[in-house]
């Protein structure tokens, strides 16, 4: 972290602000982690905050601290409306470009406000006045845990541990994947000693599945294909199958890792079908050398990190296949 991020910051909350966070539009462990922990901390200190989601999330991150008071723009629009255009600081957390809280991209950027960002995902965009981004880091939450730790380190109470632990637990695979290092151990290390319980939020977040998730996840893996000589699998999901199991937001979380627990298979993919968008919606995973990020970027309007990337068709699930594959035989070589 740059120390010209810290001495802006410290300007910036020199004084009361009206502060808006935002997380992505669907957002997940580590941006809701990382906003409502950073909510948590400028509450503490005294400036007027409010958490502003794109869209609603999984039930799983539902007993996060004060995520009750978490204000959704697809239940509140103009009450979302005027705290993003009397904000005197937005901060934007865990993306790197502004279209990803999709709904309030506009509003966003004609908001008069100071925008900082904290971020780990690569090439991100230049809309910030403040920016901290860093594609090393394991998660968004390790990296608000950092400057939290430089503006004030007896801040750290239960509630911003366990907000901060679900961020970095969820975004590391619980603490497996390459990004995280020794760093990452020592700031889990001191959010347990600060009240966060591991066991405790393990479970909330992973043994909370209904059995029709169960299900939904039978379904997918009896539909993995192996692309013929290549080590890559790809999974689907119809709408008929989400319907079929009674499908709710955030059951398909994981299920695209599976492919990857495959002895040889370095990348997977699932897809999975969105009626009412219009779309197919695509996750990438991938182990070693090979960017997930630039596949993402290349073939399906995404992006995300270069292991684990997103994006999305507007095709049929069929002509995606199709293109998929047509894509995978492109970059075949990288995998030699
Ligand atoms: P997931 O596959 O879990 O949706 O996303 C994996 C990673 O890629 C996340 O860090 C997410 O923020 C990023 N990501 C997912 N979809 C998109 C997308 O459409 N565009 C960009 N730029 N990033 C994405
Ligand atoms: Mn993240």
């Not at 695209?256 to 699932?270: D, H, T």
């Not at 050398?289 to 995300?304: C, I, P």
């Not at 002509?319 to 995978?328: D, E, G, H, P, Q």
Request: with cysteine; hydrophobic share 35%.
């Amino acid at each position: 972290m740059e120390k010209s991020f810290i001495t802006g910051l410290k300007k910036y909350l020199e004084t009361p602000k009206k502060i808006v966070i935002l997380p992505h539009r669907n957002a997940d462990g580590d941006a809701l982690g990382s906003t409502l922990a950073w909510y948590h901390f400028l509450c503490q200190k005294g400036h007027e905050a409010v958490v502003i989601s794109p869209n609603d999330y999984p039930d799983f991150l539902k007993w996060l601290p004060r995520e009750d008071e978490i204000l959704k723009q697809n239940q509140k629009p103009l009450e979302v409306q005027e705290k993003i255009l009397n904000a005197d600081l937005i901060f934007t957390l865990d993306f790197n470009a502004l279209s990803r809280v999709q709904e309030l991209t506009y509003l966003v950027r004609k908001a008069p406000g100071e925008k900082i960002m904290i971020d780990h995902h690569e090439a991100p965009e230049s809309y910030a006045s403040l920016q901290y981004s860093d594609p090393s880091m394991s998660s968004t939450c390790e990296m608000v845990y950092k400057v939290i730790q430089a503006l004030d380190e007896t801040a750290f109470n239960k509630e911003i541990a366990s907000c901060l632990y679900t961020g970095i637990m969820t975004d590391t695979g619980s603490f497996r994947y390459s990004a995280t290092t020794s760093e990452t151990h020592l700031a889990i290390s001191h959010l347990i000693r600060a009240g966060a319980d591991g066991t405790e939020i393990h479970q909330k977040i992973y043994d909370s599945s209904s059995l029709n998730r169960l299900k939904l996840l039978g379904i997918t893996l009896s539909n993995l294909q192996e692309i013929p000589d290549l080590p890559i699998v790809f999974m689907t999901l119809t709408q008929e199958e989400l319907t079929s199991c009674n499908y709710q937001k955030g059951d398909t979380e994981g299920f695209v890792n599976y492919g990857l627990s495959l002895e040889g298979i370095v990348f997977s993919c699932i897809l999975i079908e969105n009626e009412s968008e219009g779309k197919i919606k695509m996750s990438f995973r991938s182990q070693g050398t090979f960017s997930v990020n630039e596949f993402a970027r290349t073939y399906f309007n995404g992006g995300g990190h270069h292991n684990a990337a997103g994006g999305m068709s507007m095709d049929s699930m069929e002509t995606t296949i199709a293109r998929f594959k047509t894509a995978v035989k492109e970059v075949a070589d990288q995998f030699q």
